[in-house]
């Protein structure tokens, strides 16, 4: 029992030797700055998954009612 603690400590001890932190970063980028091309907008996706909610939402709706008659 001592040699597979023994063992997993060594590890450790290893694994924290050879672990770096990261620099320092730059903050991101100034205040009042244009955005990059690369950023993402987040209400595309957003809205696409709305309107999808919405359309399942009114297909299950219109299931219900024929089912019912």
Known sequence: MFKPFLLCAALLVA???????????????APGTPPA?????????ASLLLASGLV??????RQ????AR
């Not at 030797?17 to 980028?29: C, L, R, W």
């Not at 399942?56 to 709706?61: A, D, P, R, S, V």
């Open 56 to 61: 399942f939402g009114l297909k299950k709706l």
């Open 64 to 67: 219900r009612r024929q089912v």
């Open 15 to 29: 694994a924290g030797t050879v672990a770096q932190a990261q620099g320092p970063s730059t903050g991101g980028p």
């Open 37 to 45: 091309a690369t950023d993402v907008p987040l209400d595309g996706g």
